[in-house]
T-cell receptor, first 115, second 110 residues
């Protein structure tokens, strides 16, 4: 099976712009989670989608949003970019189901730099 | 609120040494605990998953244990190699999603 793929791998944006990141989960996986990784805050949970519905959400401002399509692919959008949004954004997929019992498989990440 | 701590933050050992990485968590109501490896600038590679009903898991030179009652997990790496150099992260899941520790940066010297 192909692993989790994320596009693009690298992105440079200017403050105030918006950005959309994409994640394709492992075939058959219905849950997609997004994480932000920065040197100062470590890995932080953004949100999780299961069957096109946001099932769980972390403590991030409303500028961070996401969605999931019927084929389980997911997109994450960040509006009005700030310098502090520079980070590695990781996507993880799992079979889903009840709760967070299932092993998560991570993609290579998208490195976002905001200037 | 679940908090996950990893000690030490960094570790440097000579090749061939056996080593233990520690992970502690404050809320024992978890579904599972997973250990990951992350190479610089890369994504996370899953090493071992321990379900809440299990005490340990083994894969090759790696052994992870889980003690829910004390809120601790250890990752044991036998006969370390330079290729083991990476950051090791533990993550726990409960009614919330994965909560990650801050990681242990391991360097194995040839």
């Amino acid at each position: 099976k192909a692993g989790v793929t994320q596009t693009p791998r690298y992105l440079i944006k200017t403050r105030g712009q918006q950005v959309t990141l994409s994640c394709s989960p492992i075939s058959g996986h219905r849950s997609v989670s997004w994480y932000q990784q920065t040197p100062g805050q470590g890995l932080q949970f953004l949100f999780e989608y299961f069957s096109e519905t946001q099932r769980n959400k972390g403590n991030f401002p409303g500028r961070f949003s996401g969605r999931q399509f019927s084929n389980s692919r997911s997109e994450m959008n960040v509006s009005t970019l700030e310098l502090g949004d520079s980070a590695l954004y990781l996507c993880a997929s799992s079979p889903g189901g009840q709760g967070a019992k299932y092993e998560q498989y991570f993609g290579p990440g998208t490195r976002l730099t905001v200037t | 609120k679940q908090e996950v701590t990893q000690i030490p933050a960094a570790l440097s050992v000579p090749e061939g040494e056996n080593l233990v990485l520690n992970c502690s968590f404050t809320d024992s109501a978890i579904y599972n605990l997973q250990w990951f490896r992350q190479d610089p600038g890369k994504g996370l590679t899953s090493l071992l998953l321990i379900q809440s009903s299990q005490r340990e898991q083994t894969s090759g030179r790696l052994n992870a244990s889980l003690d829910k009652s004390s809120g601790r997990s250890t990752l044991y790496i036998a006969a370390s190699q330079p290729g083991d150099s990476a950051t090791y992260l533990c993550a726990v899941t409960g009614t919330y999603k994965y909560i990650f520790g801050t990681g242990t940066r391991l360097k194995v010297l040839a």
